[in-house]
């Protein structure tokens, strides 16, 4: 079924139909209350998108800020640097498994609550990590900060669509998948830095900490995330909104979208709640796209994070700071290129579809941008072959291989995040948990592999498997383009039934 008819445009009289600029039909139709996030100034739409796409850049910047410094972090507690990136492997997969506890609480209770105690849980383990004296400690507070961290990721694709329409969504969508993948892209620009100047444990301080050296000291000005927490207090409202309760025929003040009651008035929570995101995993629009998903986070991210500090400081002889810099920049330049023909684009596919299909809007007409992800498997096989080939390739070639990949990857993101939504927007948060779930969990694996193989099958070789696997995923994103709405029609993949109210 089209997402035009599937979401909320069944049930509502022609009379009453509420169109866009182009004269065709909102999807979901919005109720007449000013406090449904549908109906929000596009000024306060934007606040509370800046505050959850700012929200999911910290956590994952909070994990990669101590990348560059992986052999500063081996020397002090005398692991290898490989044993180094396991703190990262314990954050990925915590903040991968983590959220799915409080996805449920949130269908109930509210987005804003989530946000703000994850954002509170992130900062005070940061802290705790920053002053840590054993290896063990590190660990520990990691996995605490993954959960922290992890959970406003998982709801920011489920805070977008309360708030926007399906032919917005790509752009906002694109807004917030790129504050999310380049977290960790900004937290290799400074963290190189501090590692080199102030030490490691600085690195896991400064997602929280912001400072500025004078006559060689260090004066301590602000807590950023503690800072976040004040901020989403006073200024994020609540985006749950309930369109078949009767507590929706009241006109909620801004004030009190900002007050910590129950949204849903109608629903317990049940232990089979938390099931619910893999539940999801028998649509195949849901399925396949996740499964793409990781391996393009992983391939065109987490696996220059996890080998770079290793590669860049053994082969090319790079300073902490240069390390820092080179696992930057390059693939914040790819995201930037990436985004801007993404998030648009795939809102342009969508109405080009329905001005020719007589209103109905396609999921599957954002599926066409992919074939700007093929640029992901060619940039991490020209890094591969540059490392291999050391002592006649410039570090120029490794950066234009992760710019080029990190390009695509943003793309991927933006598109799977798009797609997924609007064929089942009621189930957002689930999707969301789901694909992050999907994405840290691959992504930690990566550490434990990706060294070793290159150095037993040399890097080309290696890289160029890893490029082949993402291949392999893409290929049946090509079946749901063709096919993806036929196939949700059938009776096995008939829509689910839970969060139908909001």
């Known amino acids: 079924m089209a997402a035009g008819k599937s979401e909320e445009v069944l049930g509502v009289t022609e009379a009453d139909l509420r169109l866009d600029k182009h004269g065709l039909p909102l999807v979901p139709q919005p109720t007449t209350h000013k406090d449904d996030p549908l109906n929000w100034s596009p000024a306060l739409k934007f606040a509370v998108l ?23 972090l081996a020397k002090e507690f005398h692991i290898t ?44 383990t940061n802290l705790v990590a920053g002053n840590s004296s054993t290896w063990a400690g590190i660990l520990a507070t990691r996995a605490f900060n993954g959960i922290g961290a992890g959970s406003p990721v998982a709801l920011g694709a489920a805070t977008i669509c309360d708030m ?12 917030y998948t790129f504050f999310l993948t380049n977290g960790p892209h ?19 301080t400064i997602p929280v900490s912001c400072f500025y050296w004078y006559n060689g000291s260090i004066d301590l000005q602000a807590y950023i995330q503690f800072a976040m927490v004040a ?68 391939y065109g991210s987490v696996l220059f994070a996890t080998t770079g500090s290793s590669i860049f400081t053994k082969l090319y002889g790079f300073s902490t700071a240069q390390t820092g810099l080179i696992l930057s920049i390059p693939l914040l330049i790819g995201s930037l290129i990436g985004e801007a023909n993404a998030g648009w ?8 579809h329905s001005k020719r299909n007589h209103g109905q809007r396609r999921p599957e007409s954002r599926l066409d941008a992919l074939f700007l992800a093929l640029l992901l498997p060619v940039g991490t096989v020209l890094q591969g072959v540059c490392v291999s080939h050391v002592r006649t390739s410039s570090w120029v070639g490794n950066a234009f291989g ?5 390009c695509g990857l943003q793309v991927a993101t933006t598109v799977t995040y798009a797609y997924c939504t609007d064929c089942y927007k009621p189930q957002s948060p689930e999707i969301s948990a789901l694909l992050n779930v999907f994405r840290q969990v691959f992504s930690a694996l990566i550490s434990f592999y990706a060294i070793p193989l290159a150095e037993r099958i040399d890097y080309e070789f290696a890289w160029l498997v890893f490029a082949l696997i993402n291949l392999a995923f893409l290929a049946p994103m090509l079946v749901l383009r063709l096919y993806g709405e036929r196939l949700r029609s059938r009776d096995w993949q008939a829509p689910p039934h839970f969060h139908n109210d909001i």
């Open 50 to 72: 800046i505050q959850v796409s700012f929200l999911a850049f910290l956590g994952p910047m909070s994990s990669a800020v101590v990348n560059p410094a992986f052999v500063l």
């Open 164 to 175: 926007y329409f399906l032919h917005e969504r790509g752009l906002y969508m694109g807004v």
């Open 345 to 352: 684009f795939t809102d342009w596919l969508v109405y080009r």
């Open 186 to 204: 900004v937290a290799s620009l400074v963290g190189g830095f501090i590692a080199q100047n102030l030490g490691w444990r600085w690195c896991f």
């Open 231 to 298: 901020i989403t207090l006073f200024c994020l409202p609540e985006t749950l909104y309930a369109r078949t309760s009767p507590m929706s025929s009241d006109n909620r003040s801004y004030f009190s979208l900002r007050l910590f009651r129950r949204r849903i008035y109608n629903r317990k929570l049940h232990l089979s709640d938390f099931w619910k995101p893999f539940a999801m995993t028998r649509y195949i629009s849901v399925l396949l796209p996740a499964l793409y998903y990781m391996t393009c986070f992983g």
């Open 402 to 406: 992760m710019g080029i990949a990190s």
């Open 81 to 124: 640097p490989v044993q180094a990136s396991y703190q990262l492997t314990v954050y990925i997969i915590c903040a991968g498994v983590g959220p799915l506890l409080v996805v449920p609480f949130s269908n109930i209770y509210g987005r804003r609550p989530i946000y703000l105690l994850g954002n509170l849980l992130a900062a005070v």
